[in-house]
């Protein structure tokens, strides 16, 4: 069955920056958009950012533009999140998920990992 | 970016059906068919039970359906069991290319 697999969460200091991953397998990688969702201690889900199948295309939520870049890997099969200049409002678990149909970058979202946790603290 | 408007909380018997509502706007819901439900468990992936307004992934249950009017949509949990205690949030593409979630609602299984 499809596999989706986070990485690269840990504690940054506010202001640095941090590469969260993706691994996806067990379908068409590139055959689909992908997105990233956090979710806050406490709180609820928030879409952050969105790339295309081919990643011509990305989206991001007003909380990340500027700061995040949201970018893939074809040939790997990896979605990346590239935060920067982070502050103590972007700790939370960040998941990654595949559209439920290919070719449109707005569908529902089908497959998700189990998340990956940024703490931002001093 | 605003997000979509759902009950804190929701509770049924077994056996009960509850319907749980995500108001939004025309920007939105009222303007997409990308309306879709999620059920999330502390420690779990979250799982995608409703899309496309009211069509179910594979393997989820006919005791969950969707629906919308206007600007707001519905989950229903008919014949509830005690599994389905969790947490459930909506989501809609809004026309700023950006995608909405609901703050989530807790449903209790009494």
């Known amino acids: 069955q499809v596999q989706m697999v986070e990485s690269g969460g840990g504690v940054v200091q506010p202001g640095r920056s941090l590469r969260l991953s993706c691994s996806a397998s067990?379908?068409?990688?590139?055959?689909?958009?992908m997105h990233w969702v956090r979710q806050a201690p406490g709180k609820g889900l928030e879409w952050v950012a969105g790339i295309s199948d081919a990643g011509i295309s990305t989206y991001y939520a007003d909380s990340g533009k500027g700061r995040f870049t949201i970018s893939r890997d074809n040939s790997k099969n990896t979605l990346f999140l590239q935060m920067s200049n982070v502050t103590t409002e972007d700790t939370g678990v960040y998941f990654c998920a595949r559209v439920v149909r290919g070719g449109d970058p707005w569908t529902a979202l089908y497959n998700w990992g189990r998340g990956t946790m940024v703490t931002v603290s001093s | 970016q605003s997000g979509l408007t759902q009950p804190p909380s929701a509770s049924g018997s077994p056996g009960q059906s509850v319907t749980i509502s995500c108001t939004g706007t025309s920007s939105d819901i009222g303007g997409s068919n990308d309306v879709s439900w999620y059920q999330l468990h502390p420690g779990k992936a979250p799982k995608l039970i409703i899309y496309d307004v009211i069509k179910r992934p594979l393997g989820v249950p006919d005791r969950f359906s969707g629906s919308k009017s206007g600007n707001t949509a519905s989950l229903t949990v008919s014949g509830l069991q005690e599994e389905d205690e969790s947490d459930y949030y909506c989501c809609s593409y809004a026309v700023t290319n950006t995608l909405a979630f609901g703050g989530g609602t807790k449903l209790t299984v009494l």
């Open positions: 067990r379908y068409p990688f590139s055959s689909f958009a």
